[in-house]
């Protein structure tokens, strides 16, 4: 029933309608019942006035029925009138009865669609700002529809119909296989769909989406995907630049090390080249004789060779250290590691008058791992543990570097010192950005090994009780075997 509100119109003329019935019905004499005729007026009040008008029209017809009964019959007794008085009564009221509740079920309806029409709107716009669209996908048919934000983030106009045709014409050249894969698993319904592909708009953006579908089933047992797709460029973005900056950070602390440990590098590269100058004098010597030792001579020249080799490598690996590059993950013997870090502290050991001790476990799995920036951690562990053992004195200052393999599968690495420890309080603030005791401190040394660490999947953590040193450990998940063989023959190759 569709209700005109408020239409002055309709009610005026409901009023001369009601008025002429009344006149009709009290001043002719029609063997008919004229009062029914109300019934047209209540019905059509029903579409103009709310509830309570409705009412008020009907007691109104009701009246005016019994009013012009009264005028007509009040001396006279009529049996057929009053069954026609009657039977008008009934009428009315049974129409009443029915519009009013005609009347509350299209009121009903209306309110919920309505509501409806709301929670579609705030679906649309939450959709719209949370970057993320629905969608449906039957199986096998292929059959989809998707909301007007999945069109939107596709680069379609969200009449178009869409069809896993379209989509996949969207998705870059580089991930169309896994899109592809992704599909014919849901044609399959084989479980649920999570896939992170980009894709390129007709005007040209780059738009990184992550998609997650559900099967759902029907009564028939018919497969359907209800997913999500969402657009996480920001986010891809935002963690690309976080990346950056953390390799730039860590570039620029790794230089600041290189700078501390200026006085080792010098020595390990001025070793060698004393060794160069040595054997170069003694090779001389040899051939200056007057009757020239040649064995002599070679030996001295090969180990001459020899020292070269030994500082073209130390030179190679500082520059591998102050070199900017994106970390290269590898197979890794986290013991050469560890080795080449004690190395590179070698003078550092000396002037803080520290001694090292190597505890390597043997056998130890490969790790995955970069290099520079695992030496970059196990350096800046040892550096620390030097600083804080400064004030320790009687030649009880050491340190101990020890790497074990864990029962869990990881390998461990490990730094204790006998130092003054760490206070209970500055524990949990240890791995914090710019949290130092030092007075020339950054703070930020132990915040860049976690998270070298951690995009390594690996942990790191610190023990200490005061008076009894500290030991700050790191753990690495051991590369799975069939990576450890490629693994195995990597470094054998490089070898
Ligand atoms: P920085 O060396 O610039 O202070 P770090 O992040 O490397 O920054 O270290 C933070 C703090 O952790 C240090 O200032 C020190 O108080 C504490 N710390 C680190 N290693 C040790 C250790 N082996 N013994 C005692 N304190 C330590």
Known sequence: MVRVPGSPLLSILLVAVTIMIFVVDTFTDLDVAIAVMYVVVV??????????????TTIACLMLTLIAYGVIHASIFSGPASGRLVVSLAAIGITAFLALSGQAATEDLLAREDALRRSEGFLAGTQRISKTGSFSLGAPDGAMCWSVEAARIFGYPSEVEPSMELVLERVLPEDRAQVRAAMDQAMRCDGKVDVRH??????????????????????????EYLGAVMDVTAAVQAEQALHESQVQLAHVTRVTMLGELAASIAHEVNQPLAAIATNGEASLRWLNRREPNLDEARAAIASLLEASARATEVIRRIRALARRSDPNHQPLDVNSVAQEAASLVQRELGSHSVSLRLELAPDL???????????????????????????????????TLRTTLDADGSVQCHVADTGPGIAPDHLPRLFEAFFSTKDNGMGMGLPICRSIIETHGGRIWARSSVGAGATLSFALPVMDSTNAQDGQQDQAEAA
């Open 43 to 56: 019905l059509l009040s029903a579409s103009v006035w709310r509830r309570r008008g409705v009412i008020l």
């Open 365 to 399: 799995p490969l790790v995955r791992g970069d290099r520079v920036q695992l030496l970059q951690v196990l350096i800046n562990l040892l550096m620390n543990a030097m600083q804080a053992m400064d004030g320790v004195s009687g030649g009880s200052a050491t340190l």
């Open 198 to 223: 980009r894709v390129r708009t007709l005007d040209g953006k780059l738009k990184h989406l992550h998609v997650l579908a559900h099967p759902t089933y029907d009564k028939a047992g018919h497969c």
